[in-house]
């Protein structure tokens, strides 16, 4: 029997900080109340509310291949994490309903007096640092620009600072993180939020339990609540 079709409470992966927190509302909207945090718990199965959902506490790049594999019935993950994770594991996921959460751009950065248009326009090769190697390696191509990418996990902002890479594609929300390195956003590439994906096998063998819960996620991504 796959994970997915076991007998067990349905299952939510989630990664700690934002998306936990701005998931929090929309589970409550469905009823739904999460009865440990996971910034003061150490547990990594969180009970709720309803005997028949459970909570589990992943990293936001992990919360793609449980989903993918039935440990989790369903999850919550950045557009940004997706479109990484799909390059190399596609199928198995349905990505239904864009929950308008986590909201921010995926931008080019450089250090404050770097001339990227000017590197850009000249067809220099520029270096870029990035978690985000598939997003980069498409939008440089699609500009005809040669770059070398630089894989990080993190910290991006300071590649270009200690002559790493001339430029980061990174997250930017308020811009503060860029702001206080003396780094410019010179390039949006994309606007990010995060989505409910589902497991396809658990879509058929769990559509009873899953469905009320998407729909109930549908409602509350419409009509955010007020607080
Ligand atoms: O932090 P960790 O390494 O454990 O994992 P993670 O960074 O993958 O997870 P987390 O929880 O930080 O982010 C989860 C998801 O939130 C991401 O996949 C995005 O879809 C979404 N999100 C929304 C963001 C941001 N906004 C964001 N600002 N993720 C990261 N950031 C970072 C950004 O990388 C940069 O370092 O925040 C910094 C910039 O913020 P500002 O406000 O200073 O511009
Ligand atoms: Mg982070």
Request: charged share 20%; glycine share 6%.
């Amino acid at each position: 029997m796959s994970p997915a079709s076991a007998n067990r409470p349905l299952t939510l992966a989630l990664s700690k900080g934002r998306i936990f927190d701005e998931t929090l509302p929309l589970l409550e909207e469905a009823g739904i109340k999460v009865l440990e945090s996971p910034e003061t718990s150490r547990k990594l199965i969180l009970p709720t509310n309803s005997p028949d959902l459970q909570i589990i506490i992943v990293r936001a790049t992990d919360v793609p291949t449980y989903v993918q594999y039935g440990a989790a019935h369903i999850g919550i993950a950045g557009k940004d994490v997706l479109y990484e994770h799909s390059e190399h594991h596609p199928g198995g996921i349905y990505q239904p309903i864009d929950l308008n959460i986590a909201r921010c751009r995926m931008s080019v950065a450089v250090a404050e007096g770097f001339d990227y248009d000017n590197a850009v326009r000249k067809g220099s090769r520029l270096r870029i640092a990035t978690k985000y190697t598939r997003a980069a390696r498409e939008h440089f191509a699609s500009k005809g620009v040669y770059v070398d990418l630089i894989k990080l996990y993190g910290s991006m902002e300071l590649a270009p600072l200690v002559g790493l890479a001339d430029a980061i594609v990174d997250l930017v929300s308020t811009g503060s993180t860029l702001r206080a390195n003396h780094l410019e956003e010179v390039e949006e590439i994309a606007q990010i939020s995060s989505r409910l994906i589902i497991n396809q096998a658990a879509m058929k063998t769990r559509q009873t339990e899953l469905q009320p819960l998407i729909n109930a996620f549908m409602r509350a991504a419409v009509e955010p609540p007020l607080n």
